[in-house]
C-alpha cells in the first residue's frame, strides 16, 4: 500500500535542544530526544492522511450507489491501518517520554539535598501531612491547597472519561460515515450524540475546575521554593510552564479540547513541582508516587482527531414524471411509503381509499407509494420533493392532470403533517432556560445544535431559544443543556399559531 510506504520513511536526524540545562553533554539523553522528534513528525504525516481519509469518506457517504460504497469501504480499511499505525506511534512516544522524564529527574534530583530540618522532623510520606512544608505556607494557603487536592483527584477521572469517550465516538463515526441503511446510521448517531452530550459536560468540569487547581498550586509551590531560596528548581519550573505554553499554541489545532490539552500539558509541571518539593523533604515513597501520577497523565493524548459530525440524511428526492402507461404492475406494484427517521419530504397525496387501487387509476404519474393507515385504509402519494415550492407547483401540474383534490402532506423527522388539509396548525417549538445565567459551554451547545435558531435573554436568568421546526429536535438540544448544566430548569414549549382574524 502507498500509504504504509508513505509511513515507513525514515525521519532525518533532528536538531534538538536538552530542556534542562546542563544535560547537553547526555549522548543518552540527546538520542532520546531526537527520537522523540521523530516520532512526532511520523505521528503527524500520519495523522494528515487519516484526515484526509476521513474527508474523502464525507464526500462519499451521501452517494449511496454500489460503487461508492465499495470505495468507501476500501478507504475505511486503509483508515483503520492508519488508526493502528497511529496507536502504535503513540505507544512508542509514551514509553520514550518516560524515559526522558526519568533522566530529567534524576540529573534534577541529583543536586537538590534535603532540608535538615525537615527530614528530621518527618512524620508522614504524604507532602500535606509534613509539619515543615504545612508551617511553612499560610494558614489560608495551606487549607486551600488541602481542598483543591481532594477536587484534583476528581479531574483525573473526568479527563480520562473524556479521551475514552472520544474514542470510542472516532470508533462509532468511522462506522456511522459507511453505514447503508438510515436505521443503522441513526443509532449510530444516537450512540455518539449521547456520549457527545456527556463530554460537553465533563469539559465542562474540567474548565471550571483544572484552572483554579493548577494556579493555586504553582503559587504554594513557588512561594515555598523562593522560601527556601531554590531559584535554580524555581527557573527550572518556569521554563517547563514555558514549554507547556509553547506546546499547546503548536498543537492547539489538532487538540480536541483545549480544556483537556491545558490538563495533560499542566498537571505534569505541578507534579514536578512536588517531586521537588517532596525531594527537598526526604519523603522518598512520595517521589515514587508522584512519578507514578506523572507517568498516567503522560500515557494519555490530548492530541486526538477532530471529527465534523453531521446527521445524515437518506432522504431521496424524487420529481413527478407521466407516462403512457404506469410502470407499476403485479410485477412491479407500488412500493410502500418510505418514512424518513431524519430530514423532510412532500408528496402529492392523490387519494384514500378502503381498498388497495390499481395503478391505472393515477394516470400515469410516478413514483408512486401508498401508505396503510391505521384504520385499514390507503393513502396513495406521487412523488418525493424537497421543498413547500416544488409541491405546490407539482400540486396546479396534477390538477391540469385530471386529479381532483391533491393535497401536500409534509413528513419532518419521521412526523407526517397534511399541510393542505381545512384548519391545521401547524406548531413550532422553543426551549425555555431559567435557574442561572449561561456559561461559554452552554452557549456553544445552542449554538452547535440549534443552528438558525435564536438564543433570547428575558432577564438575568431567564432565556429563549426559539424556534424549532421540530419538537424532536428540540428535545435533543434541550437535554444537551441538562446534561451540560444540571442546575439550570430547562422546558420545551409548543407555540401554536394564532387563528387568523376574519376580514370585515
Known sequence: MVFVALCCVEVSAQEVTARIAGMETNRDYMQLLRSEEQLRVQTDSVMAVARELR???????????????????????????????????????????????????????????????????????????????????????????????????????????????????????????????????????????????????????????????????????????????????????????????????????????????????????????????AKMLNLTSAIDSLSTAARNVRSIDYRMPTLEIERRSFVDYEPIEFHNRSPYNASNPIPDCVKYEYGTIYRILLGTFKYKQQPSLFRGAAPLYVEQLEDGRFSYYAGGLQTRGEAESAVEIMKKKGFRNPQIVEWCDGEKTNLSAEGVVRSTYRIAI???????????????????????????????????????????????????????????????????????
Open 55 to 277: 474527508a474523502e469518506i464525507r464526500k462519499g457517504m451521501e452517494e449511496r450507489d454500489s460503487l461508492s460504497q465499495q470505495r468507501n469501504d476500501s478507504l475505511s480499511l486503509v483508515l483503520s491501518d492508519a488508526e493502528g499505525q497511529m496507536n502504535a506511534l503513540r505507544a512508542r512516544k509514551v514509553k520514550l517520554i518516560d524515559q526522558i522524564n526519568t533522566l530529567e529527574q534524576n540529573y534534577v534530583l541529583a543536586s537538590v539535598g534535603n532540608i535538615g530540618e525537615a527530614s528530621a522532623s518527618q512524620a508522614s510520606r504524604s507532602l500535606y501531612n509534613n509539619s515543615y512544608f504545612k508551617n511553612s505556607l499560610d494558614a489560608e494557603d495551606y487549607k486551600m491547597l488541602i481542598e483543591l487536592q481532594a477536587q484534583e483527584q476528581a479531574m483525573f477521572g473526568c479527563v480520562r472519561s473524556y479521551v475514552a469517550n472520544h474514542t470510542k465516538i472516532k470508533q462509532l463515526y468511522d462506522k456511522y460515515v459507511i453505514a447503508q441503511t438510515e436505521s443503522e446510521s441513526e443509532a449510530l448517531y444516537a450512540e455518539m450524540s449521547s456520549i457527545m452530550i456527556e463530554n460537553v459536560a465533563l469539559e465542562r468540569k474540567i474548565a471550571n475546575g483544572w484552572s483554579s487547581i493548577y494556579d493555586h498550586k504553582c503559587y504554594v509551590y513557588s512561594y515555598f521554593l523562593e522560601k527556601e531560596n531554590r531559584m535554580d528548581l524555581l527557573n527550572l519550573t518556569e521554563a517547563m510552564m514555558q514549554e507547556a505554553r509553547q506546546q499547546k499554541l503548536n498543537t492547539i489545532d489538532e487538540c480536541v479540547s483545549e480544556y483537556v490539552a491545558d490538563y495533560c500539558l499542566q498537571k505534569p509541571v505541578a507534579l514536578n513541582y512536588e517531586i521537588y518539593v
Open 434 to 504: 431559567s435557574g442561572g445565567s449561561l456559561d461559554d459551554m452552554v452557549r456553544e451547545v445552542i449554538s452547535s445544535m440549534a443552528e438558525g435558531c435564536q438564543l433570547s435573554k428575558l432577564s438575568e436568568d431567564k432565556f429563549l431559544v426559539s424556534t424549532f421546526e421540530s419538537r424532536a429536535v428540540a428535545e435533543r438540544v434541550a437535554e444537551a443543556i441538562r446534561k451540560c448544566d444540571a442546575s439550570l430548569s430547562v422546558e420545551v414549549q409548543e407555540i401554536k399559531p394564532e387563528p387568523e382574524d376574519d376580514e370585515e
